[in-house]
């Protein structure tokens, strides 16, 4: 179709197209960029008085350091601040929540999937509204109580409450996936004798990764990426990435440590980069799967 | 599936649900209705050897941290914290609506009431960011599915980063190359020759950079979906609209918009739905000075050194029932629409 003389563009067309996406990259890309290179400066030369020269060649950081690269902002960050603490935390956090509501949500979206009675229904368009919730209105009713069963500020509160936040977004994702793998394949499996339980473990599990890892995605991202909840729920001791990059912006501005920010924005941002650098045919049909069926 | 099995296999999400989100509701509407204890003032007499004595009120910690813990809910105050000038301010709005010079004092002084301010950013977010992300995904839709295959891959990378970051780094990234002495603030005040210019200082700028923000981490998600209804367009109808002369404009009109239109409706609803909770880039941006939402108002009562519960809660209901008016035409149609297939 390619060929067709009726859908070559003219040239104005291309050259302004060309020139829309060169635009847009640079929109989406730059500010990363930028912000990487910066962190191998000083704060002089990142905030730059003078001009953002400075930050390209570094001019005062060779001054101060002899070098045009300074790794002390992430040795301030990882070290002195202590933000690996916070790195093993997130870590800690991300993969119990990924893990958890992965496996709830497997059993809960088969079972949506597969039951035509009303209820399901309405169990999914409660998801639905859930979903919508902002999370700060929920944490604002989780704070009392947690107080009370002095559960506050600990890992495992905050991975529960994760899980559950992302319940709702876990079982219409997957709900939709299991829609797609036909009934058959469970049916013939249990008039051969398996109970519903040994049909899902048999026959389901093995088909069923592509969608669990797409699923797995957002999870990891939901709980990566949340600031609402864990700042509100974890102690100071417990800070995971997120909440402890928000603390060092109060106490670091003041001490003229910018840079410790910074190094760590940075370093919460590479796993991000990885991610979609591996996982972005998951990431894409992840997000279109539910537009297209829903 | 027999409902046993179903329940079987279904109760711990639902638990977790119920527990997590069904119940924190449930106590949040609680909270709202109560409002925290007043310190309990004791009279002390000072007596000094030489200054005589002085009465003096004190206030009486050990008294005041039995009571807290007596009723942590703190004391009944029934729909006080709804009505006060933090949240809905009928008094407030009785008196402005009263006495006034024209409409623009109304709105001015209902826009410093800090409830209606909050709410102004967050609908004014949700309803230009919205559609403004539309457009721009779908423009970039439209401009990516013409390029050459082999730089499609690097840049569906590239315009998934601004979606992927995390809300606070992202707006964090931004903010710094935003700040006054960043890339581009200092390159604006270059050009405006201004060196007092700042985004932060300005409401109206800062308005803008938040919605900047908006803008650009939420084009993302409407590129990818509409891209991939790009790839669905039934290439007859195309064919068949170009040999009825159709121009390049107009089968972009009426062959591709009403094929995207079902896509549209579903990006429109959820972008809405995250929208409306926006609250890391007004942390990102230290933009609360100018722009508060009705999420970050809630963080800022919790986050304190005293946790106003109780006004929380309020705030926090008035959100849920905002989100609720959202979602309303969604849960109408579903509703209808299931009726409509039973019947």
Request: charged share 10%.
């Amino acid at each position: 179709m390619s060929d067709s003389i009726a859908l070559r563009r003219p040239l104005p067309l291309k050259l302004i197209v060309s020139a829309f996406i060169v635009l847009w990259v640079i929109l989406a890309a730059f500010p990363f960029l930028w912000t990487v290179w910066g962190s191998f400066k000083v704060e002089v030369d990142f905030f730059s008085r003078e001009s953002w020269w400075n930050a390209i060649f570094g001019t005062n950081t060779i001054k101060e350091t002899g070098s045009a690269f300074t790794g002390d902002g992430y040795y301030g960050a990882w070290v002195t601040r202590e933000f690996w603490r916070a790195v093993f935390n997130t870590a800690i956090v991300t993969v119990s929540v990924t893990i958890i509501s992965l496996t709830l949500g497997t059993l809960g979206g088969y079972a949506l999937a597969r039951s035509g009675q009303r209820y399901a229904f309405w169990i999914l368009i409660a998801a639905l509204v859930f979903r919508a919730m902002p999370h700060i209105t929920l944490v604002s009713g989780y704070l009392l109580p947690f107080f009370q069963l002095n559960i506050w500020g600990v890992l495992p509160t905050s991975i529960i409450v994760l899980v559950a936040i992302n319940q709702p977004f876990t079982l219409w994702m997957l709900h939709s996936f299991f829609l797609s793998i036909p009934k058959d394949l469970d049916e013939s499996a249990m008039v051969d004798g398996c109970s519903r339980f040994e049909a899902f473990r048999r026959v389901i599990i093995p088909v069923m990764w592509p969608g669990v890892v797409t699923t797995g995605l957002f999870s990891f991202l939901l709980a990566y990426n949340d600031f609402a909840t864990t700042s509100m729920l974890l102690s100071a001791d417990n800070q995971t990435m997120v909440p402890k990059i928000s603390s060092f912006l109060g106490s670091v501005q003041e001490q003229g440590n910018v840079m410790y920010a910074v190094a760590a924005v940075v370093s919460a941002t590479v796993p991000l980069f990885i991610l979609v650098l591996f996982f972005q045919r998951q990431i894409v049909s992840g997000l279109t799967a539910g537009a297209v069926k829903g | 599936m027999p409902h046993k099995t179903f329940f079987a296999f279904i109760l711990p999400s639902l638990i977790a649900m119920v527990l997590f989100i069904a119940l924190p509701i449930v106590s949040v509407v609680v909270q709202s209705f109560y409002v925290e204890h007043g310190r309990i003032l004791v009279e002390v007499e000072n007596c000094q050897p030489f200054g005589g004595c002085t009465k003096e009120v004190r206030v009486d910690a050990d008294a005041t941290a039995r009571l807290e813990q007596e009723q942590p809910l703190g004391q009944f105050n029934g729909l006080g914290t709804y009505l006060n000038r933090g949240h809905l301010a009928v008094n407030e709005l009785g008196a402005i609506f009263a006495d006034n010079r024209g409409l623009a004092d109304v709105l001015t002084r209902i826009y410093n009431l800090p409830f209606y301010k909050a709410l102004a950013f967050t609908l004014v977010f949700c309803f230009v960011v919205t559609p403004l992300a539309m457009a721009l995904g779908f423009l970039i839709a439209l401009a990516v599915n013409t390029i050459p295959r082999f730089i499609k891959g690097p840049v569906i990378f590239f315009s998934l980063l601004p979606m992927i970051i995390t809300p606070l780094v992202g707006s964090l990234i931004l903010y710094w190359m935003i700040h006054p002495q960043g890339i581009i603030g200092a390159t604006i005040q270059d050009i405006f020759n201004d060196p007092r210019l700042s985004l932060r200082a300005s409401p109206l700028l800062t308005w803008l950079s938040l919605l900047f923000y908006g803008i650009w981490t939420n084009a993302p998600f409407s590129f990818v979906v509409f891209y991939a209804g790009l790839q669905t367009v039934p290439a007859d109808t195309l064919e068949s609209a170009m040999i009825d002369g159709a121009s390049r404009w107009e089968r972009i009109r009426f062959v591709i918009m009403p094929h995207l239109a079902p896509l549209a409706t579903f990006v429109a609803l959820v972008q809405l739905m995250d929208n409306f909770r926006v609250f890391e880039p007004i942390v990102g941006f230290s933009a609360e000075a100018n722009a508060t939402s009705l999420s970050w108002m809630i963080f800022n009562d919790l986050s304190g050194d005293a946790q106003l519960f109780g006004s929380a809660g309020a705030t926090s209901v008035l959100t849920i029932v905002g989100v609720v008016i959202l979602l309303l035409p969604v849960l109408v149609r579903t509703w209808r629409e299931f009726n409509h297939k039973v019947v």
